[in-house]
């Protein structure tokens, strides 16, 4: 239909974005309901306007992070607004960094939501990598993709569902490092979830602000030894 066949106050066609996340179903997210329904609806937000892909985006955002603005674009007033932040933050559902102009928020985990990357995204692989994670190279591709496929088999037939996603998380964080510390980290989970929950939630808070000095391993390790049981 040409433009001017269109009806009035039709409006024009516009490229359908693929991306999607998940909400999960948890107690932690009827809890947070329960407790401030505000709370989730911010959470909801972030999740909604997470960049999920790659290439550009004029805030710089990262995957899995959001812009804000100010508590006007979230329908929410000024108070509501920074209660909702102050609670998600306490609870460790989210982490906030202000900027000049806004907020940019990020989901620690996948208890209310799951962010997921694009369909087919593999050939944009390299460009999510953490800073210190050297690139996939035709050298070494095909010895990579052997001992990830060998992680994701042991996850699949070993965890329930919720165990599988917190392993994810750490996988996707200590990148091609997970390779020699799966086993510790399968263990961990299996025996320790909520400390592991913790632990990948400060190492991706600490990537998100940069204050990862060595390497994500490392930190994590560090981490683990710091937290409490």
Not at 23 to 31: G, H, P, Q, V
Not at 113 to 142: M, S, V, Y
Not at 191 to 204: H, Q
Request: proline share 5%; aromatic share 8%.
């Amino acid at each position: 239909m040409s433009a001017d066949a269109r009806a009035p106050g039709q409006r024009p066609d516009v490229a359908k974005s693929p991306g999607y996340f998940e909400a999960t179903r948890s107690d932690d997210a009827l809890e947070l309901i329960h407790a401030n329904p505000l709370a989730f609806t911010l959470a909801y937000i972030i999740a909604a306007r997470a960049n999920w892909r790659d290439g550009f985006n004029r805030h710089n955002l990262k995957f899995g992070e959001a812009f804000l603005g100010d508590y006007k674009t979230c329908g929410m007033s000024e108070r509501n607004y920074r209660t909702a932040k102050a609670q998600l933050a306490e609870w460790n559902f989210a982490t906030f960094t202000p900027t000049n102009k806004g907020t940019i928020a990020r989901l620690t985990d996948t208890r209310l939501f799951k962010i997921n990357p694009p369909k087919g995204d593999g050939q944009n692989a390299d460009a999510r990598r953490t800073p210190d994670e050297p690139p996939t190279t035709n050298l070494n591709l095909k010895a990579v993709k052997r001992e990830s496929h060998k992680a994701f088999s042991t996850k699949a037939s070993k965890l329930t569902v919720r165990q599988k996603e917190l392993a994810d998380r750490i996988e996707a964080a200590l990148g091609v490092e997970w390779t020699n510390d799966a086993g510790k980290w399968i263990r961990r989970i299996k025996t320790e979830p909520g400390k592991c929950e913790r632990v990948i939630a400060e190492v991706e808070s600490a990537a998100t602000e940069k204050r990862i000095r060595k390497t994500h391993a490392a930190f994590a390790e560090d981490t683990w030894k710091r937290f409490a049981p």
